[in-house]
């Protein structure tokens, strides 16, 4: 089982245009902070709420995938996906909290040293 939402958004901008709102402050939280490469930190901060992870996947300008959680909760994972269809730009977003992957599965995870994998307990 897993907790799942899923939202399409239809935009007059660009590919490029909906990119950049969505990686710089303002769209996922007022202050973000990403290293765009697999591993790489997740920050975001609003209104005294902060929620870290890291980054999954970047194809810049087409997909982000990233984890994130607040402090003490069960993590999710985020998957942006655009794409332009005629004169909109699509953009998809999908949150999942996929706990029975997480239960055995090793997740890659940003440490000291590099990336580690190990059992997921960042969902728990």
């Known amino acids: ?6 939202r399409e958004l239809w935009l007059r901008a660009s590919v490029d245009e909906v990119w950049n709102a969505v990686i710089e402050d303002g769209w996922l939280a007022e202050e ?5 490469r697999p591993g790489g ?6 209104s005294g709420d902060v929620k870290t992870g890291w980054v999954e996947e970047v194809v810049s300008g087409s997909r982000l995938t990233f984890w994130w959680a607040a402090d003490g909760a069960p993590a999710s994972r985020v998957e942006l996906t655009l794409r332009r269809e005629r004169e909109l730009t699509r953009l ?4 999942t909290r996929p706990l029975e992957l997480l239960d055995l ?3 890659p995870l940003p440490g000291v040293g590099g990336r580690t994998y190990g059992p997921a307990l960042v969902a728990a």
């Open 1 to 6: 089982m897993s907790d799942r939402v899923e």
């Open 105 to 107: 599965v090793g997740t």
């Open 41 to 46: 930190d997740a920050t975001f901060r609003s």
């Open 32 to 36: 973000v902070d990403l290293d765009l």
């Open 92 to 95: 998809r977003v999908v949150e």
